[in-house]
């Protein structure tokens, strides 16, 4: 049932270092072998973020699947987007992340181990964390990540 991929390319002036598509189904990963330590790294990003944002929930029962894209900015900035979709959730997803605007985006406090900062929006009922440059203006990354998401599909 696997998806995946991983390219090196442009998009609106970004370079885009690699892409890698799996989903989590029970528990377990599921992408292409060549994909798979992207995807098992990916996925415990997403947990870290799922245990923040929903405290009250088995964040390792979530089913989702993950579009991950990692950016070079034009100024040699380094951001990663995890673009996570719930097939399984309904409702209960949209309320699980009421707090995380669909216009603008929320801060998400969330430790690391680099200097690094998480921010998160919603289009629709997909996630979007955007990690990046702990120094990085975060309202830079939002304009630059909507024109990517604008003009192309790769992250769709």
Request: glycine share 4%.
């Amino acid at each position: 049932m696997i998806l995946f991929a991983v390219v090196a390319g442009s998009m609106s002036g970004q370079e885009v270092t690699e892409q890698t598509v799996f989903c989590r189904i029970n528990g377990r990963i599921e992408a292409d072998s060549s994909a798979m330590m992207t995807a098992e790294w990916r996925n415990r990003v997403v947990c870290d973020f799922l245990i923040y944002a929903v405290p009250s929930t088995d964040a390792t029962a979530i089913d989702y699947c993950d579009t991950y894209s990692g950016l070079m900015m034009d100024d040699s900035t380094c951001i990663s987007i995890d673009r996570v979709t719930f097939p399984n959730s309904g409702d209960t997803q949209i309320k699980w992340f009421a707090d995380i605007p669909e216009k603008g985006y929320a801060d998400i406090d969330i430790p690391s181990e680099a200097p690094e900062k998480c921010i998160a929006f919603r289009l629709g009922s997909v996630l979007i964390i955007v990690w990046c440059d702990l120094f990085a203006d975060s309202d830079k990354v939002l304009n630059m990540i909507n024109k990517v998401l604008d003009s192309t599909a790769v992250l769709c």
